[in-house]
């Protein structure tokens, strides 16, 4: 039996030595914290803390993003963690290797039957929705959808109307004062104090067709953001990209705004029928007597909603106007 070991040994294959793979990992505890303000072919822009004080803004530094990161994604008001090369010199680069919990998310789909994500920014508290009076004229199964975004993610909606003075405000504004969301109404070169006062330390993203005034706004209220403004097409009345990527500036007046490329439709695949009553305490609270599965909806026979308005603890007018966001979930038309 020995001889027989001894001439399979000569046949077996010479083992390796190689050092055990260490489970000691990079110590990134010296990190600095930084926020990404823009995106632009795999390079990110990032704005670095001031240790001293925490105040951003003081730094602008370019960087990459780690291997340790593997797919994960790095997006605009994202806090991360970087490494390398902060100086922020000219042709310096460093290195993102952390990315901080996110508080919110504001994401959308290409349309309600596709399956995958796409979030459009991280951390912002409110959305800003812009829509121009006219040319191109407001759509308003588009603010509905992206109210609908905006409760879902946990985010406060302002509702921000442009060029009053080529239109009226009133039945837009009509539309969603049941709901409670804020509507402030601009104009060409008209008084934004208003305005200024609803983003004032705050993180804001301002999402719209493109054409109705989010890069004129940026521009009045960051007066060296230099944002490429674009005109409506007299045939489409549609106006035409000008932002290609989302970008972060800081307000001079305390608060960060986003400004994102225009966008025609607002897919709501991911967003659940209990995720938005939430953001309506007192519609939520009486839809707890709701059967199981309902979806509030002015067809379903037993929703307690009916009820309410029936006995007057719910005003109709709200109701309504909650079933009508929600029933734009459900309409494929292109906005």
Same mark, same amino acid.
């Given at each position: ?81 970087? !490494?390398?090369?902060?100086?922020? %010199?000219? *042709? $310096?680069?460093?290195? @993102? =290797? ?6 919110? &998310? ?52 302002? !509702?921000?109307?442009?060029?009053? %003075?080529? *239109? $009226?405000?009133?039945? @837009? =504004? ?6 409670? &969301? ?52 007299? !045939? ?100």
């Amino acid at each position: 039996m020995a001889r027989q070991d001894d001439e399979h040994a000569r046949f077996e294959r010479p083992r390796r030595h190689t050092r055990p793979r260490t489970k000691v990992r990079p110590n990134y505890d010296e990190a600095a914290t930084a926020r990404v303000v823009t995106i632009d072919r795999g390079r990110y822009t990032v704005t670095l803390d001031e240790p001293s004080t925490g105040a951003r803004g003081t730094r602008v530094i370019t960087a990459m993003k780690s291997r340790n990161l593997g797919r994960k994604g790095v997006i605009v008001g994202d806090e991360v963690r970087v !490494v390398g090369d902060i100086s922020g %010199d000219e *042709g $310096s680069l460093a290195r @993102i =290797v952390e990315v901080m919990p996110r508080r919110t &998310v504001l994401r959308r789909t290409a349309d309600d039957d596709d399956p995958i994500e796409r979030i459009i920014v991280a951390n912002a508290d409110q959305l800003v929705i812009v829509a121009a009076l006219a040319d191109p004229p407001p759509r308003a199964g588009l603010i509905d959808r992206c109210l609908v975004a905006a409760f879902d993610a946990g985010m406060e909606p302002l !509702v921000c109307l442009t060029k009053s %003075d080529l *239109g $009226s405000p009133d039945e @837009i =504004v009509a539309m969603f004062e049941p709901l409670g &969301v804020r509507v402030l109404v601009t104009r060409q070169d008209g008084d934004l104090d208003a305005v200024r006062d609803a983003l004032r330390d705050r993180t804001s993203v301002l999402v719209g067709h493109s054409g109705v005034g989010k890069s004129t706004l940026v521009n009045a209220l960051v007066p060296d953001a230099r944002r490429s403004v674009s005109y409506v097409n007299a !045939v489409t009345g549609r106006g035409r990209h000008t932002s290609t990527s989302a970008i972060s500036l800081e307000l001079p007046f305390g608060g960060w705004i986003i400004d994102t490329p225009g966008i025609r439709s607002f897919g709501l695949a991911h967003v659940e029928v209990d995720d938005i009553i939430k953001a309506f305490p007192d519609l939520q609270e009486v839809a707890r007597g709701c059967p199981r599965g309902c979806l509030h909806s002015a067809t379903e026979p037993e929703c307690a909603l009916d009820v309410a308005v029936a006995d007057g603890t719910l005003a109709a007018a709200r109701v309504e106007s909650f079933r009508r966001i929600l029933a734009s979930r459900d309409q494929k038309d292109e906005y």
